[in-house]
């Protein structure tokens, strides 16, 4: 299928590593001129910056803390200024504290709450403002979890929480932008190698493939063709959803 994605601007967010690094490759495969976030590693970031331009698009790499208004309103200026104006938003950066509710202090918990919700409004907010003075039918990918859902089994209720907001806002802005056109989906992944399940994989492996019927993790790239099918006009119709990919564990 072409997507036809060829000279649109994406800005996924926490595009530095996992899954976002993915989707930022994903794109680029497209010919998508790609801007993305890191936080804290800006070596990964400049070698992903690297790997973009090897599929012959601009790419651009900012640091910015989506917990902050005026760092989120700086990343996206800075894309914008450097690739041109912004068709795609990925809201794919998160934290994920983990631990039993007691352990949770008020400042982890607004943290959590922050990158994970805020930030990510922030962005709509902005993105789709200019979309619809512009009259322009952007596309909005949110990337929450399984746990928006089910909870976990480990011991994440901020990160569950804020996924449970993020999936609520996903269908809210649905409603809110679909006359506009803008299409606003979301990403519910199960279990995905990546840094941030790593240590959980290593220790209870066994656990967690027992509960998927595909029996194995899934790979970034598996997240990445989803969202790239949802940034295109070949999903044109589908807007307010959530695509299930747990491997069978939702089957929602
Ligand atoms: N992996 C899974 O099994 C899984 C399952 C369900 C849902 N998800 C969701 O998929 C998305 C990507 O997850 P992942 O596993 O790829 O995560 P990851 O490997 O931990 O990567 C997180 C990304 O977010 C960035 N980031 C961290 N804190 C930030 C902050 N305060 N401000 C801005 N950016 C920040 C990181 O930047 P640096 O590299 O600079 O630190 C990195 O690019 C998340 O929304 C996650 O909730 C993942």
Redesign the pocket.
């Known amino acids: 299928m072409n997507l036809n994605l060829q000279g649109k601007v994406a800005l996924v967010?926490?595009?530095?590593?996992?899954?976002?690094a993915a989707i930022c490759r994903a794109f680029a495969a497209e010919g998508v001129r790609v801007g993305f976030?890191?936080?804290?590693?800006p070596e990964?970031?400049e070698e992903l910056v690297g790997q973009l331009r090897g599929h012959g698009v601009e790419a651009v790499a900012v640091i910015?803390?989506?917990?902050e208004e005026a760092s989120v309103l700086n990343l996206i200026d800075r894309v914008a200024a450097e690739l041109g104006p912004i068709d795609i938003l990925v809201n794919?950066?998160?934290?994920?504290p983990s631990g039993p509710m007691e352990s949770y202090s008020w400042d982890v918990w607004q943290h959590t709450l922050n990158?994970?919700v805020t930030?990510a409004f922030l962005a709509c907010r902005e993105l789709a403002s200019s979309w619809r003075q512009h009259q322009t039918r952007g596309k909005i990918i949110n990337?929450?979890?399984?746990?928006a859902f089910l909870g976990s089994t480990s011991g994440h209720l901020p990160?569950d929480s804020s996924?449970g907001a993020l999936l609520s806002m996903t269908r809210a802005l649905a409603r809110e932008l679909g006359p506009e056109g803008i299409n606003v989906n979301a990403v519910a992944?199960?279990?995905?190698k990546?840094?941030?399940?790593i240590k959980k994989l290593e220790a209870k492996l066994d656990f967690y493939l027992s509960r998927i019927p595909l029996k194995r993790i899934a790979e970034?790239e598996e997240i990445a063709n989803i969202v790239i099918f949802l940034a295109s006009e070949a999903a044109s119709y589908i807007t307010g959803a959530t695509i299930d990919a747990s491997g069978g564990v939702m089957m929602h």
Request: net charge positive; hydrophobic share 40%.
């Open positions: 967010t926490g595009g530095s590593r996992g899954i976002g976030n890191y936080h804290a590693n990964a970031a910015a803390n989506l917990g794919n950066a998160a934290v994920c990158v994970n930030g990337i929450v979890s399984q746990a990160y996924k992944p199960g279990m995905v990546t840094e941030m399940v970034p």
